[in-house]
């Protein structure tokens, strides 16, 4: 139990385009979610929290205007990278929390950006 | 959010036992501490989690000393499959969330 499917595992795309990454808690309800990035053989850094029906809130130094966050639903999140450029290159985690567990975690999207 | 340290890197041969140990001097009362293990290109995959003294699964071994100023992971007889970055995480098990910093991790090679 307690799984958050994440989609597409892996994106390329024009620099200057947006792409959007989903992220599904599939037998539970995920009130809050969170998305960190990951660069190469670093640890994952926490970009935001999203809850359902709110603004999303944003960790310091993370845009707030280049990674739209919505979060409509209790099973749906998503991170929107806007215009993106190479820099936006990296691995993008999405998790939730799971009471008594912790936390559960997305297997992650490989975002390219050319 | 209680800060927490790991080695950065540990080696050990296939069979072996290892432990990773996690230091959080500045742990709270109500905080519980939980490992993750994640391969690369992939989410970080929940391994234990404990208050204090030793907890067991299927996999590892936690064992917390009574100050619970640190912890340790413990794999025992490790094969080549769990080569991964190990993180330890300190934090609050309550209604609600917690945003969670993940620390530097301990990524361990095992070798054939």
């Known amino acids: 139990g307690a799984v958050v499917s994440q989609h597409p595992s892996r994106v390329i795309c024009k620099s200057g385009t947006s792409v959007k990454i989903e992220c599904r808690s599939l037998d539970f309800q995920a009130t809050t979610m969170f998305w960190y990035r990951q660069f190469p053989k670093q640890s994952l850094m926490l970009m935001a929290t999203s809850n359902e029906g709110s603004k999303a809130t944003y960790e310091q130094g993370v845009e707030k205007d280049k990674f739209l966050i919505n979060h409509a639903s209790l099973t749906l999140s998503t991170l929107t990278v806007t215009s993106a450029h190479p820099e936006d290159s990296s691995f993008y985690i999405c998790?939730?929390?799971?009471?008594?567990?912790?936390?559960?975690f997305g297997s992650g999207t490989r975002l390219t950006v050319v | 959010l209680a800060k927490t340290t790991q080695p950065i890197s540990m080696d050990s041969y296939e069979g072996q036992e290892v432990n990773i140990t996690c230091s959080h001097n500045?742990?709270?009362?109500?905080?519980?501490i939980t490992w993750y293990q994640q391969f690369p290109s992939q989410g970080p995959r929940f391994i234990i989690q404990?208050?204090?003294t030793k907890v067991t699964n299927e996999v590892a071994s936690l064992f917390i000393p009574a100050d619970r100023k640190s912890s340790t992971l413990s794999l025992p007889r490790v094969s080549l499959s769990d080569t991964a970055v190990y993180y330890c995480l300190v934090g609050p098990r309550v209604r609600g969330y917690q945003k969670v910093t993940f620390g530097t991790g301990t990524k361990l090679q095992v070798i054939p």
């Open positions: 500045n742990i709270a009362t109500n905080d519980y």
């Open positions: 998790s939730a929390r799971v009471r008594q567990l912790g936390y559960t």
């Open positions: 404990g208050y204090k």
